[in-house]
């Protein structure tokens, strides 16, 4: 499921909310039984990308999907697009490297049952109960849709890439762009992943 092209000025709505939009390779994680595979939004399996990021999921009992977002994080727990072209370019662990989180929002799968017809927030309760002793991947935690709080976080000078609105009420519709996720990108963001002055 993506967001559709074109950006959405911030909004506030009950049936909405914000989930922090994390910088990095979409990442699709597949569990079974201990095996771990890890693809990203083109379909390239990039488990031995990230191997640490699998070892990680492979704590996970029975099967599951996840969607989510390989990133590196800095310090603050933010995500930073270009140290992480650096360790993909790589294609490979190796000594010395930013590690890689899954910064996980969704899940398709869940003990073996597709719950894409769950509501988002059905779905985002199951991931976060099923990540919660899971070190090494971020679950997403959603925010309230509010414009005041994405103005706080502009004048915070956070510097992330904007927020997804997501529809609480949304199934989860693989490839689709669908109107119930919306970017809503931060002032100052410029594509090809830089800030202006």
Known sequence: MKAPEGLRPPFSSP?????????????????????????????????????????????????????????????????????????????????????????????LVHRGQPVMGLPLLERKALLQELLADVPGVLFVKDLPADSGLFKAMELAGLKIEGVVAKRKASTYQP???????LKIKRPGWQEGRAWRP
């Open 175 to 181: 490839g689709v762009r669908s109107p119930d996720w």
């Open 15 to 107: 049936d909405w909310l914000f989930e922090v939009k994390f910088d990095g390779y979409r990442c699709m994680a597949r569990i079974e039984n201990g095996q771990v595979d890890l693809h990203t939004k083109s379909g390239a399996d990039c488990t031995s990308w990230f191997p640490e990021v699998a070892q990680a999921l492979t704590k996970i009992k029975g099967a599951h999907v996840i969607d989510g977002e390989a990133c590196v994080l800095d310090d603050q727990g933010l995500s930073d697009f270009n140290r992480l072209q650096t360790r993909a370019r790589h294609r490979r662990w190796y000594p010395g490297c930013d590690p890689v989180t899954l910064c996980s929002f969704d899940i």
